[in-house]
């Protein structure tokens, strides 16, 4: 899958936003740690790229379906094999910073592709509210150690719902 991330500037801005889709502005600042660290999530993730996930991925990372950061990549290594997410975008941001824990609330509309099992049998796009907790090491680089599905389709929702 080709990247769909896209940097606006003043002169692309209303081609870019100009959509019936929902789209993603990511605000950040230079000083904000956590605002810089999810620029390379949502590459990945826009990518596809379960090697760079990996690396981002702090080794004592555990969510309410994956106990351990090797059961969570093993997910990702079968899932993103598999030609099932066509194009995704991020729709919104928000991000707290309390000392050396950081959230970030991200909003994202997920497109499958055409042929996926998904695609065929349930929705071609859904809308998506994850949350995604990041711990400052001691180097000072951010990594996650939690991420949750919050809400699929602005529905309260969970890992064990979508599994």
Same mark, same amino acid.
């Given at each position: 899958?080709?990247?769909?991330?896209?940097?606006? =500037?003043?002169?692309?801005?209303? !081609?870019?936003?100009?959509?019936?889709?929902?789209?993603?502005? !990511?605000?950040?600042?230079?000083?904000?740690?956590?605002?810089?660290?999810?620029?390379?999530?949502?590459?990945?993730?826009?990518?596809?790229?379960?090697? =760079?996930?990996?690396?981002?991925?702090?080794?004592?990372?555990?969510?309410?379906?994956?106990? /351990?950061?090797?059961?969570?990549?093993? !997910?990702?290594?079968?899932?993103?094999?598999?030609?099932?997410?066509?194009? /995704?975008?991020?729709?919104?941001?928000?991000?707290?910073?309390?000392?050396?824990?950081?959230?970030?609330?991200?909003?994202?509309?997920?497109?499958?592709?055409?042929? /996926?099992?998904? /695609?065929?049998?349930?929705?071609?796009?859904?809308?998506?509210?994850?949350?995604?907790? &990041?711990?400052?090491? =001691?180097?000072?680089?951010? &990594?996650?150690?939690?991420?949750?599905?919050?809400?699929?389709?602005?529905?309260? =929702?969970?890992?064990?719902?979508?599994?």
């Amino acid at each position: 899958m080709s990247s769909n991330v896209i940097d606006v =500037t003043m002169e692309n801005f209303k !081609d870019e936003i100009n959509t019936p889709l929902p789209v993603v502005l !990511d605000f950040g600042a230079e000083w904000c740690g956590p605002c810089k660290r999810i620029v390379p999530i949502i590459k990945a993730v826009a990518n596809e790229d379960y090697r =760079t996930i990996e690396s981002l991925i702090s080794e004592n990372y555990s969510d309410s379906y994956h106990n /351990s950061k090797e059961s969570l990549m093993a !997910d990702c290594r079968q899932q993103l094999s598999q030609n099932l997410v066509e194009k /995704s975008k991020k729709t919104g941001q928000l991000i707290t910073i309390s000392g050396p824990k950081a959230k970030v609330v991200v909003f994202l509309l997920i497109t499958f592709a055409k042929d /996926s099992y998904v /695609s065929q049998n349930f929705v071609s796009f859904l809308q998506m509210k994850a949350e995604i907790n &990041l711990q400052k090491q =001691t180097n000072n680089k951010w &990594l996650i150690n939690r991420i949750e599905i919050r809400e699929i389709n602005r529905q309260p =929702t969970g890992w064990n719902q979508i599994r």
